[in-house]
């Protein structure tokens, strides 16, 4: 029943963004958002503390309030490109795209070692592998099953479009490094808060955090190379794909300190990122939770 209910809601919304006129659904989805925004106090307290958190009192509350609201308009937003990306074609996808700093990855490239694209749940992340899948060729990236079927159903088809390759989480990292052996990329996103096990401590925005090791350990196993990857808009028509510093994670005989270091740089990366356009980064989740939890009561 709630499957159902999932994808009603769903084929309503794809219903306005193919019938209604461009304008009208900016309008709707400015609506929604700000509802959304009003109801979620759970959300909304949650991406407060982190501002609060990565910012302190070096931003107003009134920027802090203003980049909360824009993280629901983003959310629908890319919901309706979303939409729009369903069957589109090669042509029409790579025009909505923007490659900045191509030559770092032609440099990567040519040194002939593998690629990791590691991005996070900023600007539209779900565009992102598209277009790198678009235009580098295979790509191997990790997803989570959505609770109902039907949608994770169109999740799936949506994501393994323009040579994606999707992976479940449970076992991926054995399919990620094949990929890697057979020359393909892979694309990770590594800005989430994880348990004590799966990750380790770092600094971010000058607090400690739990940050995912993945990259780090496949780069160091196959001698691959990190390229830092984030896809940013201005008026959701168009959208700037920015390539950063690649990482070379060392293969030194201190196996920890090496995993750290290439750790601790897609984390300052990542900021780095974020700090020139923080109103895009999904601020919603609970990026401190394993080091201040209380905060997020």
């Not at 309008?27 to 979620?40: G, N, R, V, W």
């Not at 401590?201 to 990259?215: E, M």
């Not at 700037?240 to 270091?261: C, N």
Request: hydrophobic share 40%.
């Amino acid at each position: 029943m709630l499957d159902f209910f999932y994808l009603t809601i769903f084929k309503i919304f794809v219903f306005i963004v193919k019938y209604t006129p461009r304008v009208v659904t900016n309008c709707i989805l400015d609506f929604l958002a700000f509802m959304a925004y009003t109801l979620d106090k759970k959300h909304r307290k949650i991406a407060r503390v982190n501002l609060d958190l990565a910012y302190e009192e070096r931003m107003s509350d009134e920027e802090k309030k203003r980049i909360i609201k824009k993280c629901y308009k983003n959310l629908l937003y890319n919901l309706r490109d979303f939409v729009e990306n369903q069957g589109i074609s090669t042509e029409k996808l790579l025009g909505k795209i923007r490659i900045h700093n191509q030559d770092i990855y032609d440099h990567v490239k040519k040194s002939g070692h593998a690629i990791i694209f590691q991005t996070a749940h900023y600007g539209n992340w779900e565009l992102l592998p598209l277009a790198i899948g678009a235009l580098y060729g295979k790509l191997w990236g990790v997803g989570r099953n959505l609770d109902s079927p039907r949608m994770n159903q169109i999740l799936q088809k949506n994501r393994e479009q323009f040579n994606v390759h999707m992976l479940e989480k449970q076992g991926a990292i054995r399919g990620l490094l094949r990929g890697l052996k057979d020359g393909d990329n892979v694309g990770l996103l590594v800005d989430q808060n994880t348990t004590e096990k799966d990750g380790i401590l770092i600094d971010f925005f000058g607090k400690r955090a739990r940050h995912t090791p993945s990259a780090a350990l496949m780069a160091r196993k196959t001698g691959a190379v990190i390229i830092p990857t984030f896809i940013t808009t201005q008026d959701y028509q168009t959208y700037d794909i920015t390539f950063y510093e690649p990482i070379v994670t060392h293969r030194s005989e201190h196996h920890d300190t090496d995993i750290k270091q290439s750790v601790q740089a897609q984390a300052d990366v990542t900021q780095k990122a974020i700090e020139q356009k923080p109103d895009e980064w999904f601020w919603l989740h609970r990026r401190w939770k394993n080091q201040y939890e209380e905060l997020y009561k």
